[in-house]
């Protein structure tokens, strides 16, 4: 079974630019989530989507944003980069969520603003 | 707000040593607690521990649950330089809404 796949493994960018990752869940998997991971600092939550529909986001501005697609992959937009937007994102899925959701992760994209 | 602080740190042992590695959690609700080893990049999926099932077991792994205290651990028996990586613990509650929240990461280091 195929896991969790994202794209570019790298992105370089400079400030100011757009920058656009892409993630396809396992198959079957309808949950797709974001994280981000910056250099010192732990994974932190960025977007969860399910069926089509952005359900949760954690603390980052409006410039990070995204969507899921219908045949569930998902794409997450940053606008405005700026140099602290350098980090990994992770991209995770999951069964429709449940009362325990395990969640997979994809081998990230690491994303650099220059 | 949901909170998971892991120690220690960071461990360096010697091939063939037992680890424990912490995991306390403050959560709304629990749901779940979930283990990952990171090596380079994506986090692998260890664990997952609910009121229903609060001790599990894989091969040199294990890892149980403490809902009275908030905590868990992961044990490594007989460990193995690969074994060596960051192991991050995560916790979802009720309020949370798929949110996983990460504690820092333990930094096992084995040595030959």
């Known amino acids: 079974e195929a896991g969790v796949t994202q794209s570019p493994t790298h992105l370089i960018k400079t400030r100011g630019q757009q920058a656009t990752l892409r993630c396809s869940p396992i198959s079957g998997h309808t949950s797709v989530y974001w994280y981000q991971q910056a250099l010192g600092l732990g994974l932190q939550f960025l977007l969860w989507y399910d069926e089509g529909e952005e359900r949760n986001r954690g603390n980052f501005p409006p410039r990070f944003s995204g969507r899921q697609f219908p045949n569930y992959s998902s794409e997450l937009n940053v606008n405005a980069l700026e140099l602290e937007d350098s980090a990994l994102y992770l991209c995770a899925s999951s069964l429709a969520l449940s009362r325990a959701n395990e969640q997979f992760f994809g081998p990230g994209t690491r994303l650099t603003v220059l | 707000e949901d909170k998971v602080v892991q120690s220690p740190l960071s461990l360096v042992v010697h091939e063939g040593d037992t680890v424990t590695l912490n995991c306390s959690y403050e959560?709304?609700?629990?749901?779940?607690l979930l283990w990952y080893k990171q090596e380079k990049k994506a986090p692998t999926f260890l664990f997952m521990l609910?009121?229903?099932?609060i001790e599990k077991k894989s091969g040199r792994l294990s890892s149980i649950l403490d809902k009275k205290e908030l905590f868990s651990i992961l044990n490594i028996t007989a460990t193995q330089t690969g074994d060596s990586a960051v192991y991050l613990c995560a916790v979802r509650g009720g309020t949370s809404y798929g949110k996983l929240t990460f504690g820092q990461g333990t930094i096992l280091t084995v040595h030959p």
């Open positions: 609910t009121s229903s099932g």
């Open positions: 959560v709304t609700n629990f749901r779940s």
